[in-house]
Nanobody, 119 residues
Framework: QVQLVESGGGLVQPGGSLNLSCAASGIILMLYDMGWYRQAPGKQRDMVAAITSGGSTNYADSVKGRFTISRDNAKKTVYLQMNSLQAEDTAVYYC?????????????WGQGTQVTVSS
């Protein structure tokens, strides 16, 4: 069974930084695109950043220049370095990965980690 486990969320002051991690485990034959999404209360879940297996990246306009996504394929882990955090970044952050496991390929989600930006 494939699992994605996030860590690194928490409370941070405006202007501060956090680094999120998401590790994939289980029977993973191939790890394709990975990404981070976020969902604030009362809002839809939106893409924050994505990275292909080859390392190409894509960012939401609201986080360009402040957030950096990276991955370690050997560790099956994706990271999100978040700098210059603002109150508007407050949300539950979810890890997403396109994974081929035994018999199928599909989208997997982590359980989410809360990020709160507040003074």
């Amino acid at each position: 069974q494939v699992q994605l486990v996030e860590s690194g969320g928490g409370l941070v002051q405006p202007g501060g930084s956090l680094n999120l991690s998401c590790a994939a485990s289980g029977i993973i034959l191939m790890l394709y695109d990975m990404g981070w999404y976020r969902q604030a209360p009362g809002k839809q879940r939106d893409m924050v950043a994505a990275i292909t297996s080859g390392g190409s990246t894509n960012y939401a306009d609201s986080v360009k220049g402040r957030f950096t996504i990276s991955r370690d394929n050997a560790k099956k882990t994706v990271y999100l370095q978040m700098n210059s955090l603002q109150a508007e970044d407050t949300a539950v952050y979810y890890c997403n990965a396109d994974i081929r496991t035994k018999g199928k390929r599909g989208d997997y989600w982590g359980q989410g980690t809360q990020v709160t930006v507040s003074s």
